[in-house]
Nanobody, 122 residues
Framework: QLQASGGGLVQAGGSLRLSCAASGSTFNRHVLAWFRRAPGKEREFVAAINWSGERTYYADSVKGRFTISRENAKNTVYLQMNSLKPEDTAVYYC?????????????????WGQGTQVTVSS
């Protein structure tokens, strides 16, 4: 139901924009988020946005470089990633949470996309 896209290979300092489109049901009232899993590490929270787009929250590691946004008319959430670093290399997952409040724990999210690979070369 959640389909992530936009990953790829980019040099350090470059930018990528990830998209996650929902199909089969609407997530306009859900919190939407991005997580990532780097090789050999646990899946970690990256960013989240509430249903209206008025509230966002970021992991410290991406604050000031990444921007999460959403278009409810398109049932889509985005992650604009700028000033990318090699340590941003990971598989990025979008997720949806039933409920109004932003959360950072994986267990708080009910729906997950399949992931898109982001590789940042030094």
């Amino acid at each position: 139901q959640l389909q992530a896209s936009g990953g790829g290979l980019v040099q350090a300092g470059g930018s990528l924009r990830l998209s996650c489109a929902a199909s089969g049901s609407t997530f306009n009232r859900h919190v939407l988020a991005w997580f990532r899993r780097a090789p050999g590490k646990e899946r970690e929270f990256v960013a989240a946005i509430n249903w209206s787009g008025e509230r966002t929250y970021y992991a410290d590691s991406v604050k000031g470089r990444f921007t999460i946004s959403r278009e409810n008319a398109k049932n889509t959430v985005y992650l604009q990633m700028n000033s990318l670093k090699p340590e941003d290399t990971a598989v990025y997952y979008c997720a949806a949470r039933t409920g109004p409040t932003i959360a950072t724990a994986r267990r708080s999210y009910d729906y997950w996309g399949q992931g898109t690979q982001v590789t940042v070369s030094s």
